[in-house]
């Protein structure tokens, strides 16, 4: 049981190290990293999405295992769809990009409440991470073309955030 758990930790560690770093490689090379971040940020995706499906058929006594396997269907289905529009249009991506981040915002502000109702301590940083991302992922929805100048810049801030959130729920007690 706590080689399961670790094991969870360091994959949800280490998908964060990834967001992480392609939130910073978007503000130090905004022009040479929109396909390579592109193709990482889908493969990522991906990857996560198929690992939650994995540990969600694993899992047993998990509370809320249709929020689980929810957000591990998006994460999948939006990665795949990706994936397989790799040369897909910028405002597409956008629009893609923004649904999954909003879909994902939304469900970690509901995972912040099951936070507070835990008696976490850092629920209250959960929450306002996840609000700014969904936020972000509002801003790509609505307004794609102004987006598309700028979502270098929006993307580093919405990675940065998103790996903020899997280190604050998964090392948080």
Not at 23 to 51: A, E
Request: proline fraction near 1%.
């Amino acid at each position: 049981m706590v080689e399961k758990f670790n094991l969870k930790l360091w994959i949800y560690f280490l998908l964060s190290l990834i967001l992480f770093s392609l939130g910073i490689h978007s503000f130090f090379t905004p022009m040479r990293n929109t396909i390579t971040t592109d193709f990482i940020m889908i493969t990522t995706m991906f990857v996560k999405g198929l690992i939650n499906l994995m540990l969600f058929l694993k899992e047993k006594e998990e509370k809320n295992k249709s929020l689980s396997l929810f957000g591990a269907l998006i994460d999948f289905v939006f990665g795949f769809i990706l994936f397989l529009n790799l040369r897909s249009e910028t405002i597409v991506l956008c629009l893609i990009v923004g649904f999954w981040f909003l879909v994902s915002g939304i469900f970690n502000i509901s995972r912040a409440f099951e936070r507070k109702q835990m008696g976490l301590k850092k629920w209250r940083v959960f929450m306002i991470l996840s609000i700014i991302s969904s936020l972000l992922a509002i801003h790509l929805i609505i307004v794609p073309l102004l987006a598309n100048v700028l979502i270098i810049y929006i993307r580093g801030i919405t990675f940065i955030t998103a790996s903020v959130i899997l280190i604050t729920e998964n090392f948080s007690n």
